[in-house]
Structures are given as C-alpha cells and as structure tokens.
C-alpha cells in the first residue's frame, strides 16, 4: 500500500496561472479530504468528498478554488489565477469513514506563486 | 495549549525528559486525534481517544480526555530526539463529520 499520493510535490506558477493538484487516495477509503498549511494560519480545512460526492466545500475561497473527485481513484484541487496569497503545503488525506476514523494524509503539494 | 487564536507553540527540552502538551477545544466533541509531522511530510495519527475515555497510553505516549473542561492532553515519557516533530489535536467538534486541527506543537528534543 503506497498510501495517499500526491502530485507534484512542488509546483511553482506565476501570479495570475492555474494549479492543479492531484491526489490519490488510499484503495477502499471512502472519503476524501483536502486542507492547506501554513504557518500562519496552520492546518485549515477546505472540502471533503464521501464517495466521490461533494459534502463539505465551507473551508473553500469561493471564487478560485474548486474540486473534483471525477472517479474513486483520485482528487483533484484547481486554483484559477493564482495569488501570492495561496502559497501554501496542500494536502490531502482519505479514511475508511468520517468523524472517529484515523485520517492518512498525503506529502502534500508545495505551491509557491511568485 | 494549541487552541483559539494562538500560533504555532514550541517546546524544546533534553533527551530523556518527559513532556506534556495540551489541547482545549471550543464546543463538544466525540473524539480527540494526536497526530504528529515530520518535515516534509504529512501529519500521522499517534493516538486517538474517544469522548467515553479518560485516558489512553501507546508505549511511551499517554493521551487524557477531560470533557468537562473541554481539554486533552499528550504527554511523552523519556522523550528521544526521534520525537522531534510537530504535534496537532484535533477533534470532531460538535459531531461534525470532519476534524478541526488546533495550531500545533513544534516539540524539539535536544540530544
């Protein structure tokens, strides 16, 4: 088991260019999630899917970020027109279910907008 | 404590020395997570304990649930300078279906 893979793990783009993440979640794991860290505001939420549906997008910026989870095999997280601002360590983490079930998180994605 | 409106906190101690971190949360919770972080790497579940348990221990870790006063501690016996890592409460607050992660512990052994 390879766990939760995440690519790439570093990205640099330009102010104004669009970065897509990907994640793979682990097989069998019915849910998905996805965060940024920094060190400012540390580990913040942003959405999570439950077999393969949208459930909770209240973490998201509205106007530049969205997700998908287009099959069971993997995630994606989309920023249109990046911004210094979005510099962050994406990460993504799948568990068997919600609530009490350990999450297993992936290496994260660096993105650096200059 | 990791909670509210705090940055990341740091604890440096020597190998050997046993150390506590703490965690408040703001509203009920069923369960509390530890996780820890290693550079470059995403965070891993330590220990977890549920809001009908007072305590939970796995090997040198010792993990304590106070749903009265909304707190949960870690706490470290002999710490070695593998430890060295970032530490994060979460819990599932109010039953939600996601966790919410406090700021985090940056605990740094000193050989």
């Known amino acids: 088991n390879a766990g939760v893979i995440q690519t790439p793990r570093h990205k640099v783009t330009g102010k104004g260019q669009e970065a897509t993440l990907w994640c793979e979640p682990i097989?069998?794991?019915?849910?998905v999630f996805w965060y940024r860290q920094t060190i400012v505001q540390g580990l913040e939420f942003l959405t999570y899917?439950?077999?393969?549906?949208?459930?909770?997008d209240s973490g998201m910026p509205k106007e530049r970020f969205s997700a998908q989870m287009p099959n069971q095999s993997h995630s994606t997280l989309k920023i249109q027109s990046t911004q210094p601002q979005d510099s962050a360590v994406y990460l993504c983490?799948?568990?068997?279910?919600?609530?009490?079930?350990?999450?297993?998180f992936g290496p994260g994605t660096r993105l650096t907008v200059l | 404590s990791q909670w509210g409106e705090e940055n990341l906190q740091a604890l440096s101690i020597q190998e050997g020395e046993d150390v506590t971190m703490n965690c408040s949360y703001k509203?009920?919770?069923?369960?509390v997570h530890w996780y820890r972080q290693d550079s470059g790497r995403g965070p891993a579940l330590i220990i977890l304990?549920?809001?009908?348990?007072r305590e939970k221990r796995s090997g040198r870790l010792r993990a304590t649930l106070d749903t009265s006063s909304q707190s949960s501690s870690l706490s470290i016996t002999a710490a070695q300078c593998e430890d060295t890592a970032v530490y994060f409460c979460?819990?599932?607050?109010?039953?939600?279906?996601?966790?919410?992660f406090g700021k985090g512990t940056q605990l740094i052994i000193q050989p």
């Open positions: 983490a799948s568990s068997l279910g919600l609530g009490v079930y350990e999450q297993y």
């Open positions: 097989s069998g794991h019915s849910a």
């Open positions: 899917f439950r077999n393969q549906a949208p459930i909770d």
């Open positions: 509203t009920y919770t069923t369960v």
């Open positions: 304990i549920r809001s009908n348990e």
């Open positions: 979460a819990t599932d607050t109010e039953g939600a279906d996601r966790l919410t």
